[in-house]
């Protein structure tokens, strides 16, 4: 790079709701990290509350958790195969001491830093990223598809917390919630060939969203104009679907879970808490005597092993037997990326995912990289 390079714009959080585009020196490089130059970053459903709701652990703050780039310079100890190496981007920095993380379980780290809300992350021209939290992309593999790795491993992760091979052999599985991550869950449910798939939602843009995705449209039930009770009755029976997940995090939601999915089923808890959640005594019983199994999920795998959510992932989209992209609704230059921010904070119009990209991250073809 050349010296007029040696600076960056970047989204930076001051303090509570106070998010501006400044120009930033270069991140420094530790002896164990690379600078990425950020080429896609997705805008999550939980930086809208950490810009203008509950803020963050510490200002000033480059937030952005979900992105791709290139690797254009290396630390003392980086190995020299990262430079120029197209990557995506394991969020989360293990502490590697804590007993989760001797296991490897490193999502459920008990003193972890965060790339975009612990640390600075993605919304800016470069990053400073950790050698062990890089993923090299496969050629046909664009920046743009592998800024949603992050979401996308999070949805596969809440579907392999079910037990072992359930969501292949499930007769039927239930998602409330079509919110980014429910539409991932959707996507790889439907991949794995689950047939009988029922959505809620409650957006005539989420029913046409999901149908891109393959859904058929009496599979999708709108909860603003019919009971959703009756309506799962109906599709699966007086039994009831075998899985069911939770995306919303709402208690109406969970009991609807309890109330709906068939003795012996599974729920999947993967949406974010709004509030306390306070259950029935009725609503427990039920969990006791259908013998139900609750089982709560929380960001991904990624352990640099092949069986890992992220090498999941990322084997299919090489393949191409997924199609994250149908999913993005907007794509926004760096310097109007605040419109995502206000679109997602307002509900001003239809969305489901918003990216900051620039022109060569949007190449899929590898003779156009």
Known sequence: MQNN?????????????????????????????????????????????????????????????????????????????????????????????????????????RSYSYLGSRRDGGFAGFAAVPVSNLLALPENVSYEEAAMLEPMAVAVHAIRRLSPFRAEQADSAVICGMGTIGMLVLMFLLEAGVKQVFVLGNKDFQRKTAGKLGLSGENYCDIRSQNAEEWIAQKTGETGPELFFECVGKPETIRLAVDCTQPGGEIVLVGNPYSDIFLEKKVYWKILRNQLRLTGTWNSSFTHASEDDWHYVLERLAKKRISPETLITHRMPVEELEKGFQIMKNKEEDYCKILMTNPSSRCADPDEL
């Open 5 to 109: 390079q040696e600076k960056m714009k970047a989204w930076v959080l001051n303090d509570l709701g106070k998010i501006c585009l400044e120009e930033r020196d270069l991140p420094a490089v530790a002896e164990h990290e690379v600078l990425v130059e950020v080429k896609a970053a997705g805008i999550c459903g939980s930086d809208i509350p950490r810009i203008y709701i509950t803020g963050a652990y510490h200002y000033p703050l480059i937030p952005g958790h979900e992105f791709s780039g290139q690797v254009v310079r290396l630390g003392k100890h980086a190995d020299s195969q990262w430079l120029g190496q197209r990557v995506g981007i394991f969020p989360l920095i293990p502490c590697q001491t804590c007993l989760p993380c001797q296991k490897k379980q490193y999502e459920m780290c």
